[in-house]
């Protein structure tokens, strides 16, 4: 299976509380995948950890078995996301209610021809209207 991850079923691997049936399932098919994610991916995530230590959410030790099992993951990160933030993701996030980051996630999953994995709702609703089909429910 190839798909786009977004930072919300990414975090949501690694928290019991927010994995469902659906979830899970993707997870187990992750190392057979291939992933696809913007640029800016493992910033999101590197900073979502961070405020997970910060908020007492997630232990340090929690945060660094989560970023090694990510690790070696088949995530292939976009080349081209830049080249697209000024056109293509501009322009998707002005037409919804997306921000730009946010955009990232549907113009790469446009780009490709890929599903989108995502929880998150806004994302969700501009990735229908675009006809991208979406993982996770």
């Known amino acids: 299976m190839t798909f786009v991850l977004d930072p919300s079923v ?4 690694f928290h019991k509380h927010e994995r469902t049936p659906a979830i899970d399932e993707l997870l187990d098919r992750a190392p057979t995948s291939s992933i696809w994610v913007p640029s800016h991916w493992p910033v999101e995530v590197a900073n979502a950890f961070r405020q997970g230590v910060r908020r007492n959410r997630i232990t340090i030790a929690h945060r660094d ?19 697209h933030a000024w056109s293509a993701t501009l322009g998707l996030s002005t037409r919804s209610t997306l921000t730009v980051y946010d955009a990232t996630y549907l113009e790469l999953a446009l780009r490709r021809g890929l599903p989108l994995a995502t929880l998150d709702r806004e994302l969700r609703a501009a990735a229908s209207a675009a006809g991208v089909p979406l993982l996770c429910p």
């Open 10 to 13: 990414t975090l949501a691997w």
């Open 65 to 83: 078995a989560a970023l090694a099992t990510l690790a070696l993951l088949p995530v292939a990160v976009d080349p081209e996301t830049g080249i």
